[in-house]
């Protein structure tokens, strides 16, 4: 099976571009991709469109994890998407 996760945010405005999108945080290791010792998972938006489903202001957004030290994570597969396309 496929392994998505989701999160929602509430913007004051709609972006216009990915870069002015904040960077977010999530305890990766409540979802196994970090140690608990050091858990903070960074979420680095990569790609943003209008949501098909919801319309309106709203966006679906396609991040990058990466870890405190700005690297992916080990579980990426975008990651290692990029490096191939």
């Given at each position: 099976?496929?392994?998505?996760?989701?999160?929602?945010?509430v913007?004051?405005?709609?972006?216009?571009?990915?870069?002015?999108?904040?960077?977010?945080?999530?305890d990766g290791?409540?979802?196994?991709q970090?140690?608990?010792?050091?858990?903070?998972?960074?979420?680095?938006p990569?790609?943003?469109?209008?949501?098909?489903?919801?319309?309106?202001?709203?966006i679906?957004?396609?991040?990058?994890?990466?870890?405190?030290?700005n690297?992916?994570?080990?579980?990426?597969?975008?990651?290692?998407a990029?490096?191939?396309?």
């Amino acid at each position: 099976g496929d392994d998505y996760r989701s999160k929602t945010r509430v913007l004051d405005k709609r972006p216009t571009s990915v870069s002015e999108l904040p960077l977010w945080n999530y305890d990766g290791s409540s979802t196994g991709q970090a140690p608990g010792g050091d858990s903070e998972i960074y979420l680095q938006p990569a790609f943003m469109c209008a949501d098909p489903m919801r319309g309106g202001d709203n966006i679906l957004v396609l991040c990058e994890m990466i870890d405190p030290k700005n690297n992916p994570i080990p579980t990426s597969t975008r990651s290692v998407a990029k490096k191939i396309f």
